[in-house]
C-alpha cells in the first residue's frame, strides 16, 4: 500500500554535490521517520542518515558535516542533499519509511528500489 519513490541518483565528481529526493504516499502523521540507506557491492548496507516526526535528525559518522537530510510536510518527500562527495560515497541509496502501527510497540518499514550514487574517481 505505502509507496516509495526515490530519484536523483547520478555520476558526480569528487568533491561534487547531489540531492537525492524520496517521495511516499503515506500520510506524514502515519510515519515515524523516514531515512537513507547506502550499500555498495560487496558491502554490508549501513544508515546514512534519519529523520523522525519531530524534525531530529540523525547522522552517520562518516557523513556528518556533509550530508544533511530534510523533509517538506506538504510534498511528502524527503532530501539528501550530498556535499563534498568522496569515491567512498559510492553506493546504491535507499529510502527508508518507518509506518505507525495500531498497536504502536513498532513500525512497519517501507523501502524505496534504490538509486545508485557513483563518485568517479
Not at 511516499?24 to 515515524?32: C, G, K, P, R, Y
Not at 516526526?53 to 523533509?71: C, E, L, M, P, Q
Request: hydrophobic share 30%.
Amino acid at each position: 500500500q505505502v509507496q516509495v519513490v526515490e530519484s536523483g541518483g547520478d555520476l558526480v565528481q569528487p568533491g561534487g554535490s547531489l540531492r537525492l529526493s524520496c517521495a511516499t504516499s503515506a500520510s506524514m502523521l502515519s510515519i515515524d521517520a523516514m531515512g537513507w540507506y547506502r550499500q555498495a557491492p560487496g558491502k554490508e548496507r549501513e544508515l546514512v542518515a534519519y529523520i523522525y516526526a519531530s524534525g531530529r535528525t540523525k547522522y552517520a559518522d562518516s557523513v556528518k558535516g556533509r550530508f544533511t537530510i530534510s523533509r517538506d510536510d506538504a510534498k511528502k518527500t524527503v532530501y539528501l542533499q550530498m556535499s563534498s562527495l568522496k569515491p567512498e560515497d559510492t553506493a546504491v541509496y535507499y529510502c527508508n519509511v518507518d509506518v505507525k502501527t495500531y498497536s504502536g510497540r513498532y513500525s512497519d518499514r517501507h523501502w524505496g528500489q534504490g538509486t545508485q550514487v557513483t563518485v568517479s574517481s
